[in-house]
C-alpha cells in the first residue's frame, strides 16, 4: 500500500460498491454508497465478491465461493518472542496437500486451516457488512464436526501444537473456480473492465 500510495493511488476504506456506470459498451463511473467516482478503467480485485462485482459491469466472473475451517491454538511457548506482532509470522506457511492442511503463524500461536471436509458454499450477496459482522464479513461460524477430522491429523502432525488447544476458530470464505486454475481475462462485454484470480 505505502508504495501505491508514493505513486498516487488512493485507498478508500468503508465504501461499498453499488453499481458500475456504462456507456456505449464502456465503463463511466463507479457508483458507491459514499459518492460516485469516474473511470475509463476498472479492476475488480473484490475476492468472492466479483461475481457481484461482474455483474455489476454485465461481465460473469465464474467464482463460486466456498467456506473452509480456520483454527488458532493457545500461545505456543517455543513462539514466545519470536515473532513482530505487526507481520505476525517469520516462517513460511506449511501445506499438507495429502490432507488439504495448511499452517501458519499468528505471533506466539499456530493457525491451521483445512479443506478437508464438505463443500460449504457462500452466497456472497448474503455475508453481513463489514460494519455488522462479528469479525469480518468472510468469518462465518465455526463448525467443529467439519473440523474434526483435520483437528486429529494436525495433532498427529504436531502434538506440542495439540497441547496447546484451540482458542479461536472460524469458518473462512475464499473464492474457487470451477477448474480451480489460474486465469486472468478481459471480456469481450465491457471494454476496460478486467478480473484477476490467483490460486492459493
Known amino acids: ?11 478508500l476504506d468503508r465504501h461499498t460498491v453499488t453499481a458500475i456506470e456504462r ?23 473484490a475476492g468472492f465478491w466479483g461475481p457481484l462485482i461482474g455483474a455489476m459491469a454485465g461481465v460473469p466472473v465464474p467464482l463460486q465461493p466456498l467456506a473452509h475451517q480456520y483454527a488458532k491454538t493457545g500461545p505456543l511457548p517455543e513462539l514466545a518472542g519470536v515473532n513482530d506482532p505487526r507481520t505476525e509470522a517469520s516462517k513460511p506457511i506449511l501445506r499438507f496437500q495429502d490432507r488439504d492442511l495448511y499452517y501458519r503463524e499468528h505471533t506466539d500461536r499456530i493457525g491451521i486451516g483445512s479443506y478437508a471436509h ?17 469479525v469480518m464479513p468472510s468469518s462465518l461460524p ?7 477430522p483435520a483437528g486429529r491429523t494436525a495433532s498427529s502432525c504436531s502434538p506440542r501444537s495439540a497441547r496447546a488447544g484451540s482458542r479461536r476458530a472460524s469458518t473462512a470464505s475464499s473464492p474457487s473456480r470451477p477448474t480451480a486454475c489460474r486465469s486472468s481475462a478481459s471480456p469481450a462485454r465491457c471494454a476496460a473492465s478486467g478480473w484477476p484470480r490467483r490460486c492459493g
Open 1 to 11: 500500500m505505502e508504495r501505491a500510495t508514493s505513486h498516487g493511488a488512493r485507498f
Open 118 to 134: 464438505r463443500p460449504i458454499p457462500v452466497d456472497p450477496a448474503r455475508l453481513p457488512a463489514y460494519d455488522d459482522a462479528p
Open 23 to 45: 456507456e456505449g459498451g464502456r465503463v463511466t463511473a463507479v457508483v458507491t454508497d459514499r459518492g460516485t467516482f469516474p473511470a475509463d478503467i476498472v479492476v475488480s480485485a
Open 142 to 148: 465455526f463448525t467443529p464436526e467439519d473440523f474434526a
